[in-house]
């Protein structure tokens, strides 16, 4: 059995999959710098912050809550994550982002015949498959060594893959864009981060300045998965909500850390992620 903390949770907030306008009180500080004014004492522009990206279906937001600067850089991450890893999701599953459903109708395959060969199939061919990456805990709650990049494996959910479909292209094989786990990462960080900021007045982040970080596509980053991780013995029962965001403690070592569990496309059996957000 792997060494790995255990977490005692004590709040679940679920997302169904019809998107639901919330917003939670206003912050009044930028939710990653801390700041309020800018050098000359000037206040800054605070903009609403959503908690799981919008792109994902959710409109619960945190107002007031993120600076320009800090903004750019989670948008940048956001927008790479949305377009790499779940267009197609998003389209196939109807979730509705910041302008409704996505209107775009054909998606780039990438077929492999030639190192830059792309196909682009109708969505109704489309073999869509939900990819989530299945992570060791976290180096914060497990004898993982913080310098590890790896991940465990990956989860997929076969939405419309037929083999059928891919004949009528003549495609045998096929491969979605990797993914890059960096910026996933901050992604499930800066949910974990937004939430739990919400949840608790004052604690010492672990996350924040990882989040409005901002690493260009693939770059080597070593420390991504500090924080972030999966358990191993923690087994949850099957739910109905699109997402879950769980709030608890982590036990590891003697140490009580203020963690989150991220769980996306809970209803597609995907895994939690657990996020240790503070101390
Ligand atoms: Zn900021």
Known sequence: MF???????????????IKKKENLPALGQCVYCHRKADDNGKPLKLTSEHVIPEFLGVGLELPAASCAECQKATADFESAIATSMFDPVRKMLLLKGKGGVLEKTNFPLDVGRETTRHEFIP?????????????????????????SD?????????????????KQYALEDFSTQAIDLVHFSQMIAKIAHVYGTHRFEAFRPTVA?????TYPPGSPVLGHLEHVGC??????PPTDNLHEIEVGAMHWQGKAMTCIRVQLFAAYGMRSYYVTIGE
Not at 231 to 236: E, G, N, P, T, V
């Open 231 to 236: 358990l191993w013995q923690r087994k949850l």
């Open 150 to 166: 790896d991940l465990f494996n990956i989860l997929m959910f076969n939405i419309n893959a037929e083999p059928e479909y891919l």
């Open 3 to 17: 060494e790995e903390g255990t977490i005692e949770g004590t709040h679940i907030r679920a997302f169904p999959a």
């Open 123 to 147: 969505l109704r061919h489309y073999p869509t498959i939900l990819l989530m990456p299945n992570f060791f805990p976290a180096a914060s709650y497990s004898r993982r060594s913080p310098l």
């Open 209 to 213: 300045d990882f989040v409005r970080t």
